[in-house]
């Protein structure tokens, strides 16, 4: 093949300068001959530089550098300026924090599915955690201390080592986590319904108690659980469709039925949409003390008898009545 190259190359430039030479004949001077032949090479080689820069782009666009090792932490710069939310910030803060929750997640389990891996469920929480205040802008020394406090408060148990993730390498690996399995989110009903919860009453009723960061933590939580619902149920085919609920065919139960038993599920919709609740009031103010009738009512036997006693006591007085008669 390199032989081929070096007759080819010698076989242009004999081209080259054949017809460099048919054009210079009528050429005399000797100066005006030099110059032609400068201002004919260095066309010729214009012309090459940008014929080759063309090929090389279009066989280089697609390659990637070997990664290297992660090289150390530099220094965290000063604090900026406190910045400035508008009116729909926060809802469009809260629905791409959700929508890429979901959507890492997804890329998880199709990593654990095709590779036969699985992770702990603590583990999976921790990176939520990361990726979570990865995406709220915090610095990793920020990310630690917030993961402390989920360790002391929420994350209690004594076989879990925590030192393996309180490190700037285990968060800076999970934020630059790239996967050829990742996914997007296009099932336009999935979509719609963050969006309607995000922008619902319920949903700014409930910033002013538990706080916006805390509650899309608590939303972006709930989802990721009805996401692995949803995930057992159909894979990523649910996810990649554009049906809602009733126009798909679920391989297993629909997880849905399980979905509706959250409250937070109804947030946006109208109340026609939402489960009818009617409240039992009692119908008796005070308690009432039913008789036992069992005891209370007397046998057949017992009147019986008590008939006769008494018929028997009527004989007696009247015999005695007629005997006072007869002395009188």
Same mark, same amino acid.
């Given at each position: 093949?390199?032989?081929?190259?070096?007759?080819?190359?010698?076989?242009?430039?004999?081209?080259?300068?054949? $017809?460099?030479?048919? *054009?210079?004949?009528?050429?005399?001077n000797?100066?005006?001959?030099?110059?032609f032949?400068? *201002?004919?090479?260095s066309?010729?080689?214009?012309?090459?530089i940008?014929?080759?820069?063309? $090929?090389?782009?279009?066989?280089?666009?697609?390659?990637?550098?070997?990664?290297?090792?992660?090289?150390?932490?530099?220094?965290?710069?000063?604090?900026?300026?406190?910045?400035i939310?508008?009116?729909?910030?926060?809802?469009?803060?809260?629905?791409?924090?959700i929508?890429?929750?979901?959507?890492? &997640?997804?890329?998880?389990?199709?990593?654990?599915?095709?590779?036969?891996?699985?992770?702990?469920?603590?583990? &999976? &929480?921790?990176?939520?955690?990361?990726?979570?205040?990865?995406?709220?802008?915090?610095?990793?020394?920020?990310?630690?201390?917030?993961?402390?406090?989920?360790?002391?408060?929420e994350?209690?148990?004594?076989s879990?080592?925590?030192?393996?993730?309180?490190?700037s390498?285990?968060?800076q690996k999970?934020?630059?986590?790239?996967?050829?399995?990742?996914?997007?989110?296009?099932?336009?009903?999935?979509?719609?319904?963050?969006?309607?919860m995000?922008?619902?009453?319920?949903?700014?009723?409930?910033?002013?108690?538990?706080?916006?960061?805390?509650?899309?933590?608590?939303?972006?939580?709930?989802?990721?659980?009805?996401?692995?619902?949803?995930?057992?149920?159909?894979? *990523?085919?649910?996810?990649?469709?554009?049906?809602?609920?009733?126009? $798909?065919?679920?391989?297993k139960?629909?997880?849905?039925?399980?979905?509706?038993k959250?409250?937070?599920?109804?947030?946006?919709?109208?109340?026609?949409? &939402?489960?009818?609740?009617?409240?039992?009031?009692?119908?008796?103010?005070?308690?009432?003390?039913?008789?036992?009738?069992i005891?209370?009512t007397?046998?057949?036997?017992?009147?019986?008898?008590?008939?006769?006693?008494?018929?028997r006591?009527?004989?007696?007085?009247?015999?005695? *009545?007629l005997?006072?008669?007869?002395?009188?």
């Amino acid at each position: 093949m390199k032989v081929w190259y070096f007759f080819a190359g010698i076989s242009f430039l004999f081209v080259i300068i054949i $017809f460099g030479v048919t *054009l210079s004949n009528g050429i005399s001077n000797n100066i005006e001959y030099i110059i032609f032949w400068i *201002l004919y090479l260095s066309t010729l080689l214009t012309f090459g530089i940008i014929i080759s820069s063309f $090929f090389m782009s279009l066989s280089l666009k697609d390659l990637k550098g070997i990664p290297g090792e992660i090289g150390e932490l530099g220094k965290e710069g000063l604090m900026g300026e406190t910045g400035i939310c508008e009116s729909d910030c926060r809802t469009n803060i809260a629905y791409n924090i959700i929508l890429i929750a979901i959507q890492t &997640r997804l890329s998880e389990n199709e990593d654990m599915r095709k590779k036969g891996t699985t992770i702990s469920d603590i583990e &999976r &929480r921790v990176n939520d955690y990361i990726r979570y205040y990865d995406n709220l802008n915090k610095t990793q020394t920020q990310i630690i201390a917030k993961l402390k406090n989920k360790f002391e408060t929420e994350i209690k148990d004594s076989s879990f080592d925590s030192t393996k993730y309180l490190n700037s390498i285990y968060i800076q690996k999970i934020i630059n986590y790239e996967t050829e399995n990742s996914v997007d989110v296009t099932n336009l009903y999935i979509r719609e319904k963050i969006k309607s919860m995000v922008e619902s009453n319920e949903f700014k009723e409930m910033v002013s108690t538990k706080g916006p960061m805390k509650l899309i933590e608590y939303v972006k939580d709930i989802w990721l659980i009805w996401t692995d619902l949803i995930y057992e149920s159909s894979n *990523l085919n649910y996810f990649t469709s554009v049906g809602a609920e009733n126009d $798909f065919e679920w391989v297993k139960l629909n997880p849905f039925n399980e979905i509706k038993k959250y409250d937070i599920f109804y947030w946006g919709l109208p109340n026609a949409s &939402r489960p009818r609740a009617e409240f039992v009031t009692n119908k008796y103010e005070n308690k009432v003390d039913f008789i036992d009738t069992i005891k209370s009512t007397p046998s057949k036997n017992s009147l019986d008898t008590s008939s006769k006693s008494n018929t028997r006591n009527n004989d007696i007085s009247t015999s005695d *009545l007629l005997k006072k008669k007869k002395k009188k």
